[in-house]
């Protein structure tokens, strides 16, 4: 009964099954509890819930490293086994890490079907994936239980309760997971916005901010870089991102539509019009000569 398998020898199913074991038993390390998924929800194979309550991921799990264009702009995490490790990395900044180390851009795969996969990527492609490794860590080996000599444990007062009142959650205190999220809340809190972890029904990479002396927050997602999504129209909801020379954009998601639309071709795509949304890691001269206005920190 208990023998081990090869995973070789498995079907294409069962594989699939075998790898979301495996993968989820590595993130439970990290504090995410992983919910499969049927119906490939918005590109998503599962989802990966943070216990801290506001982080969700949505993961695309695949049996090798894959990029496609379909992903694009979905705020997907593609979650795969390379070398003997497991990575879980956004899906746009693989693309974008593939484009600095290798030339799978360049190739017929990529150009005229949209996707390229491999098992056996480049050494340089592997360095840049090395912090998006979900290995096993080894645990901490426990500290030796000391009982307390009972002239060491101080005494309450007769008659009271002594209660220890919990940290709240910030930025320093490692709240800020998601990995655009705590490079948006720094530059949000050097253009003097205050940051504290969104409403509920936000979760993922989005944040609450408020300017000094507004009277109300705003909602903020904080894609990574300049990003537009259908179903976010009308939300009164607000984008933060840098471009390709550091420099962070705070505005309006339908503002920044409205921008795309006068500046660039983005409504015309595929991934816009089938697929609800659009993201670049490097926007036009003209979109960007738009959002200068829209600069939190540019020189």
């Known amino acids: 009964m208990f023998q081990r398998i090869n995973p070789d020898q498995l079907n294409g199913r069962q594989k699939e099954i075998y790898n979301f074991q495996k993968s989820a038993a590595l993130l439970a390390d990290y504090g995410f509890n992983c919910i499969?998924?049927?119906?490939?929800?918005?590109?998503?194979?599962?989802?990966?819930?943070?216990?801290?309550?506001?982080?969700?991921?949505?993961?695309?799990?695949?049996?090798?490293?894959?990029?496609?264009?379909?992903?694009?702009?979905?705020?997907?995490?593609?979650?795969?086994?390379?070398?003997?490790?497991?990575?879980?990395?956004?899906?746009?900044?693989?693309?974008?890490?593939?484009?600095?180390?290798?030339?799978?851009?360049?190739?017929?795969?990529?150009?005229?079907?949209?996707?390229?996969?491999?098992?056996?990527?480049?050494?340089?492609?592997?360095?840049?994936?090395?912090?998006?490794?979900i290995d096993e860590q080894p645990k901490p080996a426990p500290e030796p239980t000391r009982r307390p000599s009972k002239a060491s444990v101080p005494l309450a007062p007769t008659g009271t309760t002594t209660r220890t009142r919990p940290e709240p959650r910030t930025a320093e205190s490692g709240f800020w997971r998601h990995p655009n999220l705590a490079e948006a809340q720094r530059a949000l809190t050097g253009a003097g916005y205050s940051c504290s972890p969104p409403p509920a029904e936000w979760r993922g990479n989005y944040l609450t901010a408020r300017q000094r002396g507004a009277a109300t927050n705003i909602v903020v997602r904080c894609p990574g870089r300049p990003s537009i999504q259908k179903d976010h129209v009308g939300m009164n909801l607000y984008v933060a991102f840098p471009d390709q020379d550091g420099i962070w954009y705070l505005i309006e998601h339908d503002e920044l539509i409205h921008l795309v639309e006068t500046n660039t071709s983005w409504l015309e795509s595929d991934s816009w019009r089938v697929n609800g949304g659009y993201s670049s890691a490097r926007p036009s001269r003209q979109l960007r000569a738009a959002l200068r206005k829209f600069a939190l920190n540019a020189t």
Request: hydrophobic content about 35%.
């Open 36 to 133: 499969k998924l049927t119906d490939d929800w918005q590109g998503a194979d599962f989802l990966a819930h943070h216990f801290d309550g506001a982080t969700t991921l949505k993961v695309q799990l695949k049996a090798r490293l894959t990029i496609d264009r379909k992903y694009a702009g979905q705020d997907l995490w593609m979650n795969f086994p390379c070398n003997g490790s497991w990575y879980l990395v956004p899906h746009d900044h693989l693309v974008e890490l593939i484009g600095q180390t290798t030339n799978w851009l360049n190739t017929s795969s990529w150009q005229d079907h949209g996707g390229y996969s491999s098992t056996n990527p480049a050494p340089a492609l592997l360095e840049q994936l090395r912090p998006y490794s």
